[in-house]
């Protein structure tokens, strides 16, 4: 069955700095990729979409990476801040637009100051 | 932009009791629409697809006789808990698809806290 892992640790860092998050996957590629934050007693809140065939999407102080060969897909924050502190989750669309979303576990980003 | 609310957005109720939670999509119209359940420190799970006019697809190991959904408009869904307890409690999520294609491809409510006593 289809696999979703992120980083299951929460990630600490310091304000200012490079945030990475890993969304790794088994099985089958998606046709979309798409990355979320949530914040503790809400909804997600989207943040980035890639496609199968781009390699890497940037928004502001964001980057996303995906690589169909590795099954894994980067997530960046640069400059971080600690507004940015928030679980973080990945969400794999298979079939293509409006259709079901498979989410990673998510990964807990804080950062200090 | 498109929005999705849900209410009421926490119920708390006895052990037993039947809970509705609405999903509306506000300026779009959803043929289709999907529920999540996220219980504490765990990702979202799909529980089931609410198909407007036609019955629900739910994923395997959901009920579907105690958690029915009703998808009477191109606007509304609902969630029914039927007669909930304990275990139930959770934080209940919908979204609808994004119908312009561009940016997300799903839109999401922002959540129902459900506390059953």
């Known amino acids: 069955s289809q696999k979703i892992e992120q980083n299951s640790e929460a990630l600490n860092i310091q304000e200012g700095k490079t945030a990475t998050l890993t969304c790794n996957y088994t099985?089958?590629?998606?046709?979309?990729l798409q990355w979320y934050r949530q914040d503790p007693g809400r909804g997600p809140v989207f943040l980035l979409l890639i496609r199968e065939n781009e390699k890497e999407k940037r928004k502001e102080r964001l980057k996303v990476t995906f690589d169909t060969t590795l099954k894994q897909s980067l997530f960046h924050i640069t400059a971080s801040q600690p507004a940015d502190s928030a679980t973080y989750l990945c969400a794999l669309d298979f079939t293509g637009g409006g259709n079901k979303l498979t989410f990673g576990t998510g990964t807990q980003l804080k950062v200090e100051l | 932009g498109a929005v999705v609310s849900q209410h009421p957005s926490w119920v708390i109720c006895k052990s037993g009791t039947s809970v509705k939670i609405e999903c509306r999509s506000l300026?779009?119209?959803?043929?289709?629409m999907f529920w999540y359940r996220q219980f504490p420190k765990q990702s979202l799970m799909l529980m089931a697809t609410s198909n407007e006019g036609s019955k629900a697809t739910y994923e395997q190991g959901v009920e579907k006789d105690k958690f029915l959904i009703n998808h009477a408009s191109l606007t509304l869904s609902t969630l029914t808990v039927t007669s909930a307890h304990p275990e139930d409690s959770s934080f209940y999520i919908c979204?609808?698809?994004?119908?312009?294609?561009?940016?997300?491809?799903?839109?999401f409510g922002p959540g129902t806290r459900l506390l059953v006593l």
């Open positions: 979204s609808a698809p994004n119908p312009s294609g561009a940016g997300e491809t799903q839109y």
């Open positions: 099985n089958y590629s998606p046709a979309y």
């Open positions: 300026d779009f119209q959803a043929t289709t």
